[in-house]
């Protein structure tokens, strides 16, 4: 395998390749660019079939967290890291502290976050070991959800900041009362955001492949239940994916009826072409890595000092940053997905040219 002739190879600064026998850790450290700051991203641990596939979701993962950082105006470049093995076997607490020991060998030009297979207790053990770790601290704050730690109650802000930002573009309306949601997820980011939904007067329809969870939000947020299955083609103002990666290809977008796509889930277009099958099917969507930004504002901040008040200003500039994109993609007649990278872009390569 050639890593420079890979599609996601990217001009990437560094990717360095660690293996731990003693602890059995195989992880690979991608940074993707710095030059707005430290490249910050998280730990994703999965068992992924080859190398190259980890080759491949680290070199992915990593630019996309300079494209997200840059449009969230954080001090702070792309990286990402991924270690190689099946969360639910193969984690230990010697691992995790190996994995802080890697991360210390890059002396701060990476920082490390949360990501699927990895929580708050073993970042933890990492930090045991270098200090170059956000999403530890626990902040008792007042007359708010957004905290330092887990990153969740910030995301799911963000994205119902977003989703009244694309509501208010593509319908007009000024308040969320009677809009119809169609939320498929309802884990720690989709619960909290159809709570948020429903205290704006919104009615939200919703999906999860765990029934527990469906339950729970049915019970106590008055959602109401759909198969999985249904939940993408329900005749709905929004849709807010949730869950997921790729939920909008070639088989899904002829079925969308939502006329506004606004989720957390990362990755939500397959290819980044179905950006445009979004706005010719006249689907405003609201890009993945602008709107769930929240998450990572909130751990970034934990590097430069934790201010609520910033924290929250930050992420609720997530629906200005949206409707920018919004208008620039009307008057460019340009998918909103182009215009949020060619921004991003401009910020972080002007900061290379200055
Ligand atoms: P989560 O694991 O807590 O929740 C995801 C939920 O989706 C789970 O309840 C799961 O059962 C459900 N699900 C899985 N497959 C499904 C399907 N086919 N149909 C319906 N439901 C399905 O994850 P989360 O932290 O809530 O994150 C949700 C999404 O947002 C993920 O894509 C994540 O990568 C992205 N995201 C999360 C954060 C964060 O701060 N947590 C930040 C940025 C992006």
Request: aromatic share 6%.
């Amino acid at each position: 395998m050639s890593v420079f002739q890979q599609d996601d190879f990217d001009g990437h600064e560094q990717v360095a390749f660690f293996k731990d026998d003693e602890t059995g850790l195989r992880a690979i450290i991608a940074v993707h660019n710095t030059n707005l700051g430290p490249a910050l991203g998280g730990v994703r641990m999965w068992p992924y079939a080859s190398d190259s596939d980890a080759v491949r979701d680290v070199l992915r993962l990593s630019r996309g967290m300079t494209y997200k950082s840059a449009l969230a105006g954080l001090p702070f470049g792309g990286g990402k890291s991924v270690i190689i093995g099946d969360p639910l076997k193969d984690k230990s607490e010697a691992l995790m502290r190996a994995m802080g020991r890697c991360v210390d060998k890059l002396a701060g030009r990476y920082i490390a976050a949360e990501d699927s297979g990895t929580n708050v207790g073993d970042l933890q053990q990492m930090a045991s070991q270098t200090e170059h770790v956000v999403g530890i601290v626990k902040k008792n704050t007042t007359g708010g959800d957004l905290r330092s730690g887990d990153p969740s109650p910030a995301t799911a802000r963000g994205v119902f900041v977003g989703l009244q930002a694309a509501v208010r573009h593509r319908f007009g309306r000024d308040d969320l009362q009677g809009t119809r949601v169609a939320v498929q997820g309802v884990g720690n980011v989709g619960l909290r955001l159809v709570q948020y939904l429903r205290d704006a007067g919104a009615h939200c329809w919703i999906s999860d492949t765990h029934a527990e969870r469906v339950e729970r939000a049915a019970d106590e947020m008055g959602a109401t239940p759909v198969a999985a299955n249904d939940i993408l083609g329900l005749d709905v103002d929004v849709f807010a994916p949730c869950a997921l990666g790729a939920v909008l290809n070639s088989d899904s977008i002829p079925d969308l009826r939502a006329r506004v796509v606004a989720g957390a889930a990362n990755n939500q277009l397959q290819h980044c072409t179905h950006g445009d099958a979004l706005m010719r099917a006249g689907v405003l969507y609201a890009p993945d890595y602008v709107i769930n930004a929240g998450g990572v504002i909130d751990v970034a901040f934990e590097h430069t000092g934790y201010d609520l008040e910033k924290v929250v200003a930050k992420v609720e500039g997530i629906a200005s940053s949206l409707t920018e994109i919004f208008k620039r993609s009307d008057a460019e007649e340009r998918p909103t997905s182009d215009v949020a990278d060619a921004l991003a872009r401009e910020r972080f390569m002007m900061q290379m040219a200055a």
